[in-house]
Structures are given as C-alpha cells and as structure tokens.
C-alpha cells in the first residue's frame, strides 16, 4: 500500500493511521478491532485520502483477495538470533542473554572499541565519500586482510594465487563461497562438523550444496572426538568439501592441537578434498591474531587449494557493519585471477557491491601501525576478560556443587562459548525459572557474563543439572 505523507498526517488526524501504513493489520476484522476505529471517521478519512487510494477499498481487498503465497507456513525463529528476541521480551531484572555471540563488558553493556572511534574519527577527518566501492570491495580493506589472515609476507599473496573479494561478513562469505561451489564444483558434498554453528546448515541448504556431518565432539571426555572426525573425513568420497573452525570452534571451545591440525592435513591432502575455512573469531580465541590463523597458515604453506571466509564481526566489534571477506587460495595467479573474476559475477547478482564504511575501519586500523598496536592490546583485554569469567564460574560452580562434578572443561574450552552439556528440558529450565537466554544445545556465550553475575549463572546450572 503506498500512502503519500499527506494522506498519512490526515489518517492520523481521524486517529486510527497507525492502522492504514502497517502490513500488521491486513485484515478487516483485525482494524475493526483496533481500538478508536468508527466507520463514520473511516468514511471521512477515506474522502480526505482522496488523492491517495480509499482506505476502506483497499483493505476489503486485502480481506478477501487469495494470495499468491497462501500456502505459506510460519517459520520456526532462528536458534541463537531467536533468542534474542525472546530475551528482549523479558521483563524480569534477573535475564541474562547468554545466547548470540556478542562481546559485553564487565558491565554487561555493548562495546565499541577504542581503535574503531579512532578510525571513524580520522575517516570524518579526510573526509571520506560513500562512491560505490568496486565489486570485489575495498582495495585497501582487501590487502589488509588478507593480510593478516595469512601474514604479511606471505608467499601465496606474494604470488598473486589468492583472490580475496570483501563480502558480508562471515555469513555473507561462507554464503558466497557456498555459491560459487554450487557453480563451479558442482555434485560435491560439504562435510560440517557435528556439531557446528547452525547457520552453516542454512548456508550451503540454500545455495543448493549437499552437507552431511563428520564427527567432532565427544560428550564423554567433553573434548575433541579426533578419531571419530578423521574415520568421518576418510570416510567422505574423494574431493569433498571439508569445513573447519580456523580457531575457537562454536559451539565447542574445543579446537584440534597443532599436531592433530598436521594430522587433519595429511588426510585431508591424501583424499583430495577441499578445506573451506570459517575463521570468524581471529585473535579471540587466545587473543592473538598470529597463533588463531595458525591452522589455515598450516594449510596454505602446504600448498593447499581452499577457501577461507573472514568475519569482522567480533575482533573488532563489527557486527551490524558486515565486514568480512572471501579469500580462495589457488595453484596459480592465473587461476585465481579467474576466480575472482566468476567471484565478482556473482557478487553482482547477489548484492552488488559491499558496504563501505566497515571495510574502512578495518584499512585504517590495520593501516595505521599504532591503531593496529592499540588493537591487538583491545583484543587481547576482550579474549582476557572471558577467560576471567569463565574462572569465576567454575569457582562459582564449585562453591555450589554437592556432587564434586569437574568443571574444568568450562576453562578450557576457548573462545566466547562454553558448550556445557545441559540437555534441552534442563535448558528449559535455564531459561523459564532463571530467565537465563542460551542456544538450545546447551552453549552459552561467556561474552555476555560478568564476575557480578556468574554466582547467579551457577545457582541456575545446579539447579538445572540437578533437578531435571
Ligand atoms: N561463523 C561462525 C562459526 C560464527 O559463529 C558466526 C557468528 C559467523 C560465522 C558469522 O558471523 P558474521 O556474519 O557476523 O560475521 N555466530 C554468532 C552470531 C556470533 C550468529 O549466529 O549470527 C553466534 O552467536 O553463533
């Protein structure tokens, strides 16, 4: 319905316009419910609407019109961005949202880092425009980082057989690559972990790739089921896709050790297949930005052929500027200037250019050797501060536990989760009693915790673990 400002201010004089704009209030009997509405003002509101369409006229045809998308179901909400909403909901002054993974400070507030002002503040300086930025994105964003994804002197780069196109953050990355696999190594099955972070399933559904899982978690050491994961990879038809946490594995916290990352190589080279990296926590997980890349720069120096999406979103507290970026690492620099090529073509179809203003924030601090200093210190105090709390709540759990149950795998599990082995009822219970928000297999988001508040997380836990 398109409804000039004029005929919106002089709906809004006869009191009901809040009803005339909205696509809430579809339905006849849905407006005749909203309060204040007379037929006599609907009648005059609709002569004074005259140069826009009739109010009335067009909501009976909304009323009794058959939609093209009848058949429409409502979809469930999303696992981790869902219980965000739910959490907003919640009146009670006791919540916690332990659910999406996004950096709080101590007083559990959202944090804009210091280096990311400094940025914005030298961009308002120099006066910076909004021009489009060219398909495959920011020059400089794209040097800075792949840069720091794969080292500075990097052989490959050096070589020119990496094609890094910015995209839309991690999800737009993996989505991109999830596309340009469908095109152009069709038939092939991507591996995900089990478990992985749920949208990798959403991901590679929509773009019309196959996934199955290969094991990665052991509930009953609550570590790493390696033997499990390599007879999964082994197992895989030669040249599958292969997808692995660069670092701080969601929702474990649980990562491969440099030896077993050797090992996860070998096979992986032996069977042909082809690694596509998720690397969305990069220094987060040990809080440096050289040891989180570690296991793709393994990987690349061994002269591997793959793919690595990159996230801005938690090292520098990006999230709602969606900067992240695409890197395929190929045999040649011919080949992979034909890559980027076919990359750009389907950017194009799919959002045509990225956005600027992330991806500049991103240059300067990378670009501007004290801002990048600051940075790596910020990084270091963010991944520093969850490891504090993941210390107190042990220490919490402790004081509480009557059963003597070892929670030493909440301290060694890294990154911003804690997968913790609470069962779906018990989650339930998280949640209803102790208005406590987390994803429904049992992460919670250490991110979102402070000292002041892990006592009351770990009353929750027991309770939990405990009773149900
Ligand atoms: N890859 C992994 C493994 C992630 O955990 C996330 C974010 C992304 C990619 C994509 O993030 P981006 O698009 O913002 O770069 N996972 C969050 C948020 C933090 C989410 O689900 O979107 C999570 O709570 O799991």
């Known amino acids: 319905m398109a409804f000039s400002a004029t005929a919106q201010r002089a709906a809004l004089a006869q009191g009901f316009a809040t009803s005339i704009p909205s696509a809430d209030q579809p339905s006849k009997a849905s407006f005749a419910a909203f309060s204040g509405f007379r037929p006599v003002a609907l009648k005059k509101a609709a ?11 067009s909501m009976q045809a909304v009323a009794t019109k058959a939609s093209a998308f009848e058949s429409i179901t409502q979809a469930p909400p999303d696992p981790i961005l869902g219980v965000s909403e739910a959490f907003k909901a919640d009146t009670s002054s006791d919540k916690l949202n332990l659910g999406v993974g996004a950096y709080r400070t101590e007083d559990i507030k959202p944090y804009v880092l210091d280096v990311v002002k400094k940025a914005e503040k030298l961009m308002l300086e120099n006066g910076e425009n909004k021009e489009y930025l060219p398909i495959e994105g920011l020059a400089d964003f794209n040097k800075a980082t792949v840069a720091l994804l794969l080292g500075s002197d990097n052989k490959a780069v050096k070589d020119g057989r990496v094609a890094t196109i910015q995209s839309l953050s991690g999800t737009g990355s993996l989505r991109l690559g999830a596309a340009f696999l469908a095109r152009f190594y069709p038939g092939r099955t991507v591996f995900l972990s089990n478990p992985t972070w749920g949208n990798h399933k959403n991901i590679f559904a929509d773009a019309g790739v196959e996934w199955k899982e290969y094991r990665y978690f052991n509930p009953a050491t609550i570590g790493l089921d390696f033997e499990g994961m390599m007879a999964d990879i082994e197992a895989a038809p030669n040249g599958s896709v292969i997808v692995l946490h660069g670092c701080a594995h969601n929702p474990t916290g649980i990562d491969p050790t440099p030896e077993q990352w050797s090992k996860i190589a070998d096979l992986i080279e032996k069977k042909n297949h082809l690694p596509f990296f998720d690397v969305a926590y990069q ?22 052929e793959l793919l690595v999406a990159q996230s801005y979103s938690k090292n520098l507290g990006l999230y709602a500027e969606r900067i992240g970026a695409l890197n395929a690492v190929l ?4 080949l992979a200037t034909k890559v980027k090529s076919q990359l750009k073509r389907l950017a194009r179809a799919l959002y045509s250019n990225p956005p600027v203003h992330g991806a500049r924030i991103v240059a300067y601090v990378v670009g501007n050797n004290d801002i990048f200093d600051e940075w790596k210190q910020e990084m270091a105090g963010m991944a520093g501060r969850i490891q504090a709390v993941r210390a107190t709540l042990v220490e919490e759990l402790k004081k509480r536990d009557t059963k003597g149950r070892d929670w030493s795998f909440i301290t ?16 339930e219970n998280m949640t209803k009693k102790w208005h406590v928000y987390m994803t429904k297999d049992g992460r919670i988001s250490l991110a ?16 939990s673990f405990d009773n149900f």
Not at 47 to 57: C, E, F, N
Not at 331 to 334: F, I, L, N, R
Not at 412 to 427: C, D, E, N, R, Y
């Open 448 to 463: 979102g915790l402070n000292k002041a508040r892990a006592g009351y997380l770990a009353d929750a836990m027991i309770d």
């Open 412 to 427: 060694s599990q890294i990154g911003m989760f804690s997968f913790t082995g609470l069962k779906p009822a018990q989650v």
């Open 331 to 334: 045999p040649t620099a011919d």
């Open 283 to 304: 220094g987060f997980a040990s809080g440096s930005l050289d040891e989180d890349a570690a296991s793709v720069r393994l990987f690349v120096e061994r002269g591997f």
């Open 47 to 57: 002569l004074d609407l005259h140069s826009a369409k009739p109010a009335r006229v």
